[in-house]
Structure formats: C-alpha cells, structure tokens
C-alpha cells in the first residue's frame, strides 16, 4: 500500500504562489506515474496535471497552463505542484495521487488511479 501525504496549501490572495508538496510512502516512489486532481466546492473532482514515472514527460489542463507545474523527485519521494499567479478559481481541495505505470491516461485519468491522498485546501481570494 502506498501513502500519500499533501501539504503546502493554504489562503492566499489573486496572483499569489504557492506550491504543493506530496510525500509518498510504502511503495517504490519510482514505479509510480503521478497526478494532481482538484475539487471546488460544489464541482466534480476534475485532473490539473500528470508526470510520467521518470519525471521527463508532463501535462496539464489547460486551464492550468502556463501557471503551474508538476516536477517529482524520487530521490525525496515526493511529487510537487508549483502554483502561481494563482485565480480565485483555482480555490479548490488538492489532491495528490499515484497510479503504478508508466504513465496517467489523461482522458481517463481518474479511473485509473490506485493510491489518492487526503487532500489540502487552497483558497485564494480575489
């Protein structure tokens, strides 16, 4: 079984960073594609971006583009999420997860996730 442990967010004004962090244990960090989902409140949890197992291949909503960025480190176990110029839109609960692949399948990407972290709440405020 493999844990994850988000943390990093918090309440922070329109245009603010933050960023997001993800320590995985019980598992080989490495044979673990990972993600990061969101849920506003009131909405679906909806895919922000994924990074391959070796960390050389990303992608992301578009929404998203251009703002943030996901990078790993298996030598840390740990999984990033770099925020910035951050919109009150993005006020949503974070969640990290891991699916063992090489890869997350973007068009199903939820469906195919094995491990969910328990999320960290992100607010900005406008």
């Known amino acids: 079984q493999v844990q994850l442990v988000e943390s990093g967010g918090g309440l922070v004004q329109a245009g603010a960073s933050l960023r997001l962090s993800c320590a995985a244990s019980?598992?080989?960090?490495?044979?673990?594609?990972m993600a990061w989902f969101r849920q506003a409140p009131g909405k679906e949890r909806e895919f922000v971006a994924t990074?391959?197992?070796?960390?050389?291949?990303?992608y992301y909503v578009d929404s998203v583009k251009g703002r943030f960025t996901i990078s790993r480190d298996n030598a840390k176990n740990t999984v990033y999420l770099q925020m910035e110029s951050l919109k009150p839109e993005d006020t949503a609960v974070y969640y990290c997860?891991?699916?063992?692949?090489?890869?997350?399948?973007?068009?199903?990407?939820?469906?195919?996730?094995?491990?969910w972290g328990q999320g960290t709440q992100v607010t900005v405020s406008s």
């Open positions: 997860a891991a699916r063992r692949a090489v890869l997350i399948p973007v068009t199903q990407a939820e469906g195919s996730i094995d491990y």
């Open positions: 990074i391959n197992r070796s960390g050389g291949n990303t």
């Open positions: 019980g598992g080989t960090f490495g044979s673990y594609a």
